[in-house]
C-alpha cells in the first residue's frame, strides 16, 4: 500500500506558475504509475497528466499540453506537476493517484488517492 500526501497548492493570479508535489511513503514510486488528476466544485474528478518510471513515459490532458509538466525524483520517492500559465479554469483540488496501467488517464485506473492540495487561480 502506498500513502500519498500532496502539496503546494495555493492562491495565485492568472499567468502565474505553482509546483505541485506528490510525496510517497510506504512502497517506492518506481512499479507504480502516477497520476494528477484534478476536481472542480460540482464536477467530476478529471485526468491531468500521468507518469510511470521517467519522463520518457508522460501523458498529459489536452487542456494543460504545454502549460503543465509532470516530473519524477524516485530517489526523493516524489512526484512533481510544474504548473505553467495558469488559468481561472484551472482552480480546483489538485489530487495524485497510482495506478499499474499505463498508458492510462481514466480515474478507476488509480487508487491509494492523497488527500489533495488546492489551487486557486483568481485575479
Known amino acids: 500500500q502506498v500513502h500519498l500526501v500532496e502539496s503546494g497548492g495555493g492562491l495565485v493570479q492568472p499567468g502565474d506558475s505553482l509546483r505541485l508535489s506528490c510525496a510517497a511513503s510506504?512502497?517506492?514510486?518506481?512499479?507504480?504509475?502516477v497520476g494528477w488528476f484534478r476536481q472542480a466544485p460540482g464536477k467530476e474528478r478529471e485526468f491531468v497528466a500521468a507518469?510511470?518510471?521517467?519522463?520518457?513515459?508522460?501523458i498529459y490532458a489536452d487542456s494543460v499540453k504545454g502549460r503543465f509538466t509532470i516530473s519524477t525524483d524516485n530517489d526523493k520517492n516524489t512526484v512533481y506537476l510544474q504548473m505553467n500559465s495558469l488559468k481561472p479554469e484551472d482552480t480546483a483540488a489538485y489530487y495524485c493517484?497510482?495506478?499499474?496501467?499505463?498508458?492510462?488517464?481514466?480515474?478507476?485506473?488509480?487508487?491509494?488517492w492523497g488527500q489533495g492540495t488546492q489551487v486557486t487561480v483568481s485575479s
Open positions: 493517484g497510482t495506478g499499474r496501467r499505463w498508458p492510462s488517464g481514466r480515474t478507476a485506473d488509480f487508487t491509494s
Open positions: 510506504g512502497r517506492t514510486f518506481r512499479t507504480y504509475v
Open positions: 507518469i510511470f518510471w521517467s519522463a520518457d513515459n508522460t
